[in-house]
T-cell receptor, first 117, second 113 residues
């Protein structure tokens, strides 16, 4: 299957700083990538849809200025958590969809665990 | 928008027994239903999927059934093994539109040796 790589896998930062997470499609081009947030023992909550060359589409309740998404190339999308606070601590996972046999399948990155002190 | 519900939230079975996880969806336009397995701290991995033109699909010990009329689909794992222990997520999507995948709330499966 397609490979999606996410970096860093784990980051600890001080409150008030910004953190950038990268999501790369290694062996395919992804015009659309998705960013999810996952709290312990909870489901994947879609935050935003990242579109190459255009603005991201954010889900209701997700602050655009807080979670900056950039999808400047067909293989890279970035999520920047600005002015991070402890409540932003979470597991962030990106994914990209690949069209196979007429259906879009979703492939996930490894996830990035953010801890804000 | 689409709403996917998943039950049960936790499930414990003895090794060798079967496990069944059920999901319902609300949007009749959804036509692609994947299931993901997520081990602790790792990424979700696709284990099986089903499209709306099929009622059942099987892959070794794993099977998925779909009832379009009732808008529900289920994951069946037979002859469970300890390595099947993980969190399982169902999802619904409208394929060919680049739309989002909507996930169920997850089922934590524990297979007791």
């Amino acid at each position: 299957g397609a490979v999606v790589s996410q970096h860093p896998s784990w980051v600890i930062c001080k409150s008030g700083t910004s953190v950038k997470i990268e999501c790369r499609s290694l062996d395919f081009q992804a015009t659309t990538m998705f960013w999810y947030r996952q709290f312990p023992k909870q489901s994947l909550m879609l935050m935003a849809t990242s579109n190459e060359g255009s603005k991201a589409t954010y889900e209701q309740g997700v602050e655009k200025d807080k979670f900056l998404i950039n999808h400047a190339s067909l293989t890279l999308s970035t999520l920047t958590v600005t002015s991070a606070h402890p409540e932003d601590s979470s597991f962030y996972i990106c994914s990209a969809s690949v069209r196979t046999s007429g259906t879009e399948e979703l492939f996930f990155g490894e996830g990035s665990r953010l801890t804000v002190l | 928008g689409e709403n996917v519900e998943q039950h049960p939230s936790t499930l414990s079975v003895q090794e060798g027994d079967s496990a069944v996880i059920k999901c319902t969806y609300s949007d009749s336009a959804s036509n692609y239903f994947p299931w993901y397995k997520q081990e602790l701290g790792k990424r979700p991995q696709l284990i099986i999927d089903i499209r709306s033109n099929v009622g059942e699909k099987k892959d070794q010990r794993i099977a998925v059934t779909l009832n379009k009329t009732a808008k529900h689909f289920s994951l069946h794992i037979t002859e469970t093994q300890p390595e099947d222990s993980a969190v399982y997520f169902c999802a619904a999507s409208i394929s060919n539109t680049g739309n989002q995948f909507y996930f169920g709330t997850g089922t934590s499966l524990t297979v007791i040796p």
